[in-house]
């Protein structure tokens, strides 16, 4: 696996709750982030755009580090039995060993490169990797190395930038969205070009999207099947079902978790039923507007 590293950061105070086990699945406050597709790419339907206020990337944020971590910043660097890869950061990045070839989307190389591109602060022995791979070949060996001076670099490096990871994990989703909708069914792409624009009109929907794309992908990736069926966004929003007063992100949730629910029904691996449905479940019952601050 030959991934080299391409030569910021915008930091959101998070505080920082589901288990590190939850399977696989931006110190300053600028502008609003804020995110549009083109005008040719609005031409064919509804606008979908992607804005957050900093104080609600904030509030996504935190409940992606929730979602992941349960508020524990060893979690930060952590590699789940039954994984053959490490799980790093606020939204626990996938970083496969050199030899590896797993079946769902690499994503921490990526996070590095744009961390890098933004001028961070990555820790030397990191940006010198090559290959760009885990230096662990499997979970002994990581567990073994866990109280290392080089993980706990590692770690302190991601806690100190957790509002920069918020800002990748919503630049993937930005980025996501044209695609899916070219990926969907020639006959269902208005609907779901119309399903997006309506999710991405609100802080929850906005998070929806962002943690769920971040958390099970984009549904785009032929290896990302089981018994043929996929688990990401696209599939989500082609098995929403709206009306009878159901809001958007009320139909994004139950979908989902039929959609997840199917994912762990055709797992060889129990582990999907037994241990991480639950938590992906519990997940997916947070994808709800932001309470008013008198009530939190």
Same mark, same amino acid.
């Given at each position: 696996m030959?991934k080299?590293?391409?030569s /910021?950061?915008?930091?959101?105070s998070?505080?920082v709750?589901?288990?590190?086990?939850?399977?696989?699945?931006e110190?300053s406050r600028?502008a609003?982030?804020?995110?549009?597709?083109?005008a040719d790419?609005?031409a064919g339907?509804?606008?979908?755009s992607?804005?957050?206020?900093?104080?609600q990337?904030?509030?996504? /944020?935190q409940?992606?580090f929730?979602?992941?971590?349960a508020?524990?910043?060893?979690?930060?660097v952590h590699?789940?039995?039954?994984?053959?890869?490490?799980?790093? /950061?606020?939204?626990?990045?996938?970083w496969?060993p #050199?030899?590896v070839e797993?079946?769902?989307?690499?994503?921490?190389?990526?996070?590095?490169?744009?961390?890098?591109q933004? #001028?961070?602060?990555?820790?030397?022995w990191?940006?010198?990797?090559?290959p760009?791979d885990?230096?662990?070949?499997?979970?002994?060996?990581?567990?073994?190395?866990?109280?290392?001076?080089?993980?706990?670099?590692?770690r302190?490096?991601?806690?100190?930038t957790q509002?920069?990871?918020?800002e990748?994990?919503?630049r993937r989703?930005?980025?996501?969205?044209?695609?899916?909708?070219?990926?969907?069914?020639?006959d269902r792409?208005?609907?779901?070009?119309?399903?997006l624009?309506?999710l991405?009109?609100?802080?929850?929907?906005?998070?929806a999207l962002?943690d769920?794309v971040n958390?099970?992908?984009?549904?785009?990736?032929?290896?990302?099947?089981?018994? /043929?069926e996929g688990?990401?966004?696209?599939?989500?929003?082609l098995?929403?079902?709206?009306?009878?007063?159901k809001?958007?992100?009320?139909?994004?949730?139950?979908?989902?978790?039929?959609v997840?629910?199917?994912r762990?029904?055709?797992?060889?691996?129990?582990?999907?039923r037994?241990?991480?449905?639950?938590?992906?479940?519990h997940?997916?019952?947070?994808?709800?507007?932001?309470?008013?601050?008198?009530?939190?």
């Amino acid at each position: 696996m030959a991934k080299r590293l391409f030569s /910021g950061v915008l930091l959101i105070s998070f505080l920082v709750l589901t288990a590190c086990d939850a399977g696989p699945d931006e110190d300053s406050r600028g502008a609003p982030a804020k995110e549009s597709v083109s005008a040719d790419q609005r031409a064919g339907g509804a606008d979908i755009s992607l804005a957050l206020e900093p104080a609600q990337l904030d509030w996504v /944020g935190q409940k992606i580090f929730q979602n992941e971590c349960a508020g524990k910043l060893e979690c930060l660097v952590h590699w789940n039995a039954g994984e053959a890869f490490p799980s790093l /950061g606020i939204g626990h990045f996938i970083w496969y060993p #050199q030899g590896v070839e797993g079946r769902f989307v690499e994503s921490f190389p990526k996070l590095i490169q744009y961390m890098t591109q933004r #001028q961070a602060p990555v820790p030397d022995w990191l940006v010198n990797l090559d290959p760009f791979d885990a230096p662990w070949p499997d979970r002994q060996a990581f567990l073994g190395e866990e109280d290392s001076t080089r993980v706990a670099e590692l770690r302190e490096f991601l806690a100190g930038t957790q509002g920069l990871q918020a800002e990748f994990i919503f630049r993937r989703a930005k980025d996501s969205l044209e695609k899916v909708i070219r990926a969907a069914p020639r006959d269902r792409r208005e609907d779901v070009r119309s399903l997006l624009a309506d999710l991405s009109s609100t802080p929850g929907g906005v998070y929806a999207l962002m943690d769920y794309v971040n958390f099970k992908g984009e549904g785009l990736a032929a290896t990302e099947r089981y018994q /043929g069926e996929g688990w990401g966004l696209l599939q989500v929003l082609l098995n929403m079902e709206t009306g009878r007063g159901k809001t958007s992100l009320t139909a994004f949730r139950e979908a989902a978790g039929e959609v997840l629910t199917r994912r762990a029904l055709h797992a060889e691996n129990p582990i999907e039923r037994e241990r991480w449905l639950p938590g992906w479940l519990h997940r997916l019952d947070t994808y709800r507007e932001p309470a008013p601050a008198s009530e939190e």
